[in-house]
């Protein structure tokens, strides 16, 4: 089964508007980190931003904010104000054990691939 | 800027040749990844080196060989490849990978892409 899944392959957003995108997971552990990345066409994957699961704020990082919803099991990044800049693949990860007591390995989701016109 | 360097940045070779890709990280951290990522696909995890030992391998072809020659410093020796194998590959550190480390980000560098002819 899935661990990560993000439903929007694709989504399209007008320059200096806000979008959300989505992420659900799966766990059973109730230590865990959830994190997104941007990936542009040059291929670094770059951190934008991380809600552990004992959190009780939802995280946010200048114009990313994580809307976390841990009984839905959901956390979404919103992006607002956007910017051409902000084209890119956008994946989220969640850092579980693979096994009990063994390594906290992230595991990503398909990603989402965010267009920003102008 | 990226803490974390991966070179090279391209490299082209054949199928008989051997090369290699390198990766440093100067964070102090203590686990190091190598990550595969075909076109519009997620990473897929290859191997994970803890305080410089191997702590897992996911079942990678043995034309796949890593090294972790010290906590700085990661390896990964390509030899007789097949052009299935041209893909980006990224290698990333964290502080650790145990369960005290959850929380704790995984840092990528910018990814070697590898075209095998």
């Known amino acids: 089964a899935q661990k990560i899944t993000q439903t929007q392959p694709g989504m399209f957003v007008q320059e200096k508007e806000a979008v959300t995108l989505d992420c659900t997971y799966d766990?059973?552990?109730?230590?865990?980190?959830l994190f997104w990345y941007k990936q542009p066409s040059s291929g670094e994957m770059i951190f934008l931003i991380y809600?552990?699961?004992?959190?009780?704020q939802n995280a946010t990082e200048g114009r990313y904010s994580l809307n976390f919803q841990k009984a839905r099991k959901s956390a979404n990044l919103v992006i607002s104000a956007s910017q051409l800049g902000d084209s890119a693949m956008y994946f989220c990860a969640m850092r579980e054990p693979r096994s009990l007591g063994g390594s906290y390995i992230p595991t990503f989701g398909r990603g989402t691939s965010l267009i920003v016109h102008p | 800027d990226t803490e974390v360097t991966q070179t090279p940045k391209h490299l082209v070779m054949g199928m008989t040749n051997k090369k290699s890709l390198k990766c440093e990280q100067h964070m102090g951290h203590r686990a190091m990844y190598w990550y595969k990522q075909k076109a519009k696909k997620p990473p897929e995890l290859m191997f994970v080196?803890?305080?410089?030992?191997?702590?897992i391998n996911e079942s990678v072809p043995s034309r796949f060989s890593p090294e972790c020659p010290n906590s700085s410093l990661l390896n990964l020796h390509l030899h007789a490849l097949q052009p299935e194998d041209s893909a980006l590959y990224l290698c990333a550190s964290s502080p650790g990978e145990a369960r005290g480390w959850f929380g704790n980000t995984i840092y990528f560098g910018e990814g070697s892409w590898l075209t095998v002819v």
């Open positions: 809600q552990g699961s004992y959190d009780q």
């Open positions: 080196y803890s305080y410089e030992k191997l702590s």
């Open positions: 766990t059973s552990d109730p230590s865990y980190g």
